[in-house]
């Protein structure tokens, strides 16, 4: 007869081998699992760490463009001083004059005017201004920051527009420059020294008998005139003015004449 025992002994022994191999392997299979999920929770985690400094340094530079964008526009707009009687502001969001309140900025694009007896004065960050008196109506056409090696010096360029009235503007030494549209042709300030003009229609109707006069006084500095086809240049200096006026179509003008400023309002 065969004996078997040994063979019993045998399968009983490969079985123990085979299970011990069996979980040798479920036991590597179980640390190489868990491995992966270390390593996926490791590179969950620091993706989610690299999102947040993501996150958080565009809020910062949000925050930054912003602020430096507000700081800039503050430095191109003007602010009110001054008001005495009625005095409306134009915005262009709004399309139509308003009440001005003083905490209002004068900004491009926006117009101003007073009524009888108003007075009103915009005041610039570069210390540069215009004063309106009675019956007188402009425009802010337009406004950029002047070149300038000192970045924190708001040099500005304006451009105004003038419609009628009597408008006292100033320009400081070395700050920028401005224009003034008139309805007969621009002004230029110069700004080598300060310099100070007063543009009046209202009283040049009176003192000068013609066709939509306007007066130009010059307290201090000078400007050039050019008119609308750039064909007539006038030159004003300190205490001069002339008057300009048109006739048929034509720029005229007065002789350059000396002014006693005590009895100019500037």
């Known amino acids: 007869m065969a004996d078997w025992s040994n063979v019993n002994v045998e399968s009983a022994e490969l079985r123990r081998r085979k299970r011990t191999q069996r979980v040798k392997v479920e036991k590597k299979e179980k640390e190489q699992e868990s491995k992966k999920k270390q390593f996926r929770l490791m590179m969950l985690s620091l993706t989610i760490f690299l999102f947040v400094i993501i996150g958080f340094s565009m809020m910062i530079y949000f925050k930054a463009s912003a602020s430096n964008q507000k700081t800039t526009v ?31 900025k004068f900004a491009e694009n926006d117009k101003l005017r007073t009524s009888d007896s108003a007075e009103v004065v915009a005041k610039f960050p570069d210390l540069s201004y215009v004063k309106l008196f009675g019956q007188t109506e402009i425009g802010l ?20 527009d003038f419609q009628s009235g009597e408008l006292v503007v100033c320009l400081p030494k070395g700050k920028g420059g401005m224009e003034i549209n008139t309805p007969l042709g ?36 000078a400007l050039k005139f050019t008119d609308k086809l750039g064909i007539k240049d006038i030159t004003l ?7 300009i006026w048109d006739q048929q179509g034509q720029l005229r003008s007065s002789k350059q004449k000396e002014i006693n400023p005590a009895a100019e309002r500037f």
Do not use: W
């Open 74 to 104: 503050e430095r191109m707009c003007g602010s009110f001083e001054g008001i005495i009687g009625k005095v409306e502001l134009f915005k262009k969001d709004t399309g139509f004059y308003d009440k001005l309140d003083p905490n209002q």
């Open 141 to 160: 056409t337009g406004i950029s920051l002047a070149e300038s090696d000192n970045p924190e010096y708001s040099a500005l360029n304006l451009k105004i």
């Open 186 to 221: 621009k002004l230029v300030l110069e700004n080598l020294v300060r310099t100070m003009v007063k543009i009046d229609s209202i009283h040049a109707s009176d003192d000068f008998k013609a066709n939509h006069p306007i007066r130009i006084v010059v307290q201090s500095g």
């Open 237 to 243: 200096k300190n205490f001069q003015e002339v008057y």
